[in-house]
């Protein structure tokens, strides 16, 4: 990190920004009417695979541009959990976080703009709501809590090994490349139950939208759901770090 605060700032808000915009750009490519993605030109729908894609390559391109000026959390779950185990200074936290969820939505309004003629074509109001946020497919709190909690937990644990394991010192794009495959394969793995968000910002920043905005054809936003991924990634993301230093250290 540069240890300038103010680029650091900028960094965190302009990289949580790629991140929703290329994984919540993904999904609505892929669940709303007549996209390219989604049946457009006599294309067939992007899938799973599609949209994890565009998470993995939306957390692995911020962290080549960004990675040296602010660390690219880009999710208050890290952002706490480093703090947590020592590695981030507490005084930077709310800032972060603040930066954090100021680029998600930022983000998720550049979705609405692409999109907003298709979310007009779209009466399904689930599929809606899940290009901005996500929801346990069981309507399940415990299970998406629970799906949440791994998958920071493993998130966490894999940005540490491959960040500060010894394979990585002198080339770190290898790494940043290794983390955005991570996202993709815990989205192929562990997404089938809640979307995933992984990360409070990326659910809750684009859900405040949702709600505050005149979506066309959108219904309830779920609020009663709306604490598992942030709680439940902030949790998982302080188990994950301190499992990573109890056996190899920070």
């Given amino acids: 990190?540069?240890?300038?605060?103010?680029?650091?700032?900028?960094?965190?808000?302009?990289?949580?920004?790629?991140?929703?915009?290329?994984g919540n750009g993904a999904v609505a490519n892929s669940f709303l009417p007549a996209t390219t993605g989604n049946?457009?030109?006599?294309q067939s729908n992007g899938g799973w695979l599609f949209i994890a894609i565009g998470y993995?390559?939306?957390?692995?391109?911020?962290?080549?541009?960004?990675?040296?000026?602010?660390g690219n959390h880009l999710n208050p779950a890290i952002t706490i959990a480093e703090a947590c185990a020592g590695i981030f200074p507490w005084t930077q936290v709310?800032?972060?976080?603040?930066?954090?969820?100021?680029?998600?939505?930022?983000?998720?309004?550049?979705?609405l703009a692409i999109y907003w003629p298709?979310?007009?074509?779209?009466?399904?109001?689930?599929?809606?709501?899940?290009?901005?946020?996500?929801?346990?497919?069981?309507?399940s709190n415990l299970n998406g809590f629970v799906t949440e909690l791994i998958g920071t937990a493993v998130?966490?644990?894999?940005?540490?090994?491959?960040?500060?394991?010894m394979f990585f010192h002198q080339n770190i794009d290898i790494a940043n490349i290794g983390v955005g495959c991570l996202i993709a394969t815990l989205v192929i793995s562990v997404g089938g139950p809640t979307g995933p968000a992984l990360n409070p910002a990326r659910d809750l920043g684009p859900r405040i939208v949702h709600?505050?905005?005149?979506?066309?054809?959108k219904g309830s936003s779920h609020w009663g759901y709306s604490w598992v991924?942030?709680?439940?990634s902030i949790v998982g993301a302080i188990i994950g770090i301190f499992l990573y230093k109890g056996f190899f250290g920070l």
């Fill in 39 to 42: 049946g457009k030109l006599g």
């Fill in 211 to 217: 709600a505050l905005l005149p979506v066309p054809n």
């Fill in 94 to 111: 709310l800032p972060y976080l603040g930066y954090q969820f100021l680029g998600a939505m930022a983000g998720q309004l550049l979705v």
């Fill in 229 to 232: 991924p942030v709680l439940a």
């Fill in 56 to 70: 993995g390559l939306g957390v692995m391109l911020p962290a080549m541009m960004f990675g040296s000026i602010s």
């Fill in 1 to 22: 990190m540069s240890g300038n605060w103010p680029a650091s700032y900028a960094a965190e808000f302009f990289g949580t920004l790629i991140l929703v915009l290329f």
């Fill in 118 to 139: 298709h979310y007009r074509q779209s009466h399904d109001a689930a599929a809606i709501l899940g290009t901005f946020s996500t929801g346990d497919a069981t309507q």
């Fill in 155 to 165: 998130l966490v644990f894999g940005a540490m090994g491959l960040y500060r394991g």
